[in-house]
């Protein structure tokens, strides 16, 4: 009896696990449509050249910021379409300028953003989603000196022919090995940078 | 002995600050000579602001110096001396205390022009200017680096005199700057 309940047992496990996999198209059938297929991309932008992107923080008590001359960003955004919305910024270390020439000269050496050995920083985001105050929050992700990490860009929108962008970021410098070794002391230079960027965006053509 | 000057004594004011300023000059030549080479690191920074608080306390100490010779009398020359040498020594010492006042100065304009906040050890006497200024920072840095140059030449001239003065015509000149020596005459 004990044997024939166990042979039984065993050939319906094998006949189900054949079944799976010599049927693929039911299961197809059986779950929802919606999650297989891709979203369909948001609308294109490029940025003009008043676009901004600056950083801010302190050393020692005196307040400093900068901001990079160059960046290209490339961004699928639609408010109504965020499962399709892109953002993919490329940064030029070298272009930063703090208006003083002895600190940039310092910020792109090896202890800071290494600028010779790693040119750029890289900010892609492909999960959006919306604050209750109408502004939205991109879970991107920043690769700055070789380490990727999560940052956050809460950002407006103000929608037109000519959409504006208006966000801000925090960066942890140490996260990304920013200021290191003698540097390192963040009550001297705090940890958590601001940075904050303003782009007029026109449409990809 | 007193504070203030005499017809043929200096008081212990005008000595005590000239050998502050001489010990100061002599630490900031060296320290700037260097200090640019130095890594990059925040102690380079604080050598930096050390630099500019001394250069600073050079500038108003020498300001205040030239104020008090103003007002007080200055130990005549001695009356041997002929009239070449009396108007060599005063262009000597006239360019002493201009490049005393011109070399912190320029380099106050080379901190400003830097777009650097101007210090005086962990305060800040001025704000920094917004942007940088290419041409005056140019400018301001050779005129600060010349005029140590110049100053090193005539302290070696100041200081050649002085002993002249002391070993050769054996007269009193240096030891009214160094009265902690045996007095001449």
């Known amino acids: ?205 | 002995m007193p504070i203030r000057n005499s017809i043929d004594r200096w008081g212990s004011l005008s000595i005590g600050l000239h050998w502050l300023t001489v010990v100061m000059i002599l630490s900031l030549v060296t320290v700037g000579f260097v200090m640019s080479d130095l890594p990059n690191t925040p102690f380079k920074r604080d050598v930096y602001l050390l630099h500019k608080s001394f250069g600073l306390t050079v500038l108003a100490l020498t300001a205040l110096r030239l104020l008090w010779r103003v007002l007080q009398p200055t130990p005549a020359l001695p009356e041997s001396m002929p009239t070449s040498q009396r108007w060599a020594a005063r262009l000597g010492h006239a360019g002493l205390y201009g490049l005393m006042l011109a070399i912190p100065a320029s380099g106050w304009l080379y901190n400003w022009a830097s777009n650097f906040a101007t210090p005086w050890f962990g305060f800040t006497l001025l704000a920094r200017a917004g942007a940088v200024d290419r041409e005056l920072k140019a400018t301001a840095q050779l005129a600060h680096e010349w005029g140590v140059y110049a100053l090193l030449a005539l302290l070696l001239t100041h200081a050649g005199a002085a002993f002249w003065h002391h070993y050769k015509l054996r007269d009193n000149t240096l030891v009214r700057m160094t009265p902690w020596m045996k007095s001449r005459s």
Do not use: C, H
């Open chain 1, 1 to 205: 009896m004990k044997l024939s309940i166990g042979a039984a047992a065993a050939l319906a496990i094998t006949a189900s696990a054949w079944a799976a996999t010599s049927a693929p198209t039911a299961s197809a059938t059986a779950a929802p449509a919606a999650a297989v297929a891709a979203p369909k991309s948001a609308a294109q932008w490029t940025t003009a050249a008043d676009s901004t992107l600056s950083f801010s923080t302190s050393y020692d008590g005196e307040d400093f910021s900068g901001g990079f001359k160059q960046f290209t960003a490339d961004l699928r955004f639609d408010p109504q379409n965020l499962p399709g919305s892109r953002f993919d910024v490329l940064i030029q270390l070298g272009s930063a300028n703090t208006e003083n020439e002895e600190r940039d000269e310092t910020l792109l050496g090896s202890e800071f953003f290494n600028a010779i050995a790693a040119p750029q920083a890289r900010y892609t985001a492909t999960r959006f989603r919306k604050l209750a105050d109408g502004r939205f929050v991109a879970e991107g992700t920043l690769s700055l000196r070789g380490l990727s990490k999560p940052v956050p860009l809460t950002f407006s929108w103000a929608p037109g022919a000519s959409p504006t962008l208006v966000g801000s970021a925090a960066v942890n410098r140490l996260d990304f090995n920013v200021g290191t070794g003698d540097w390192d002391d963040v009550e001297v230079m705090p940890n958590a940078v601001k940075v904050e960027t303003r782009l007029s965006l026109q449409p990809k053509r």
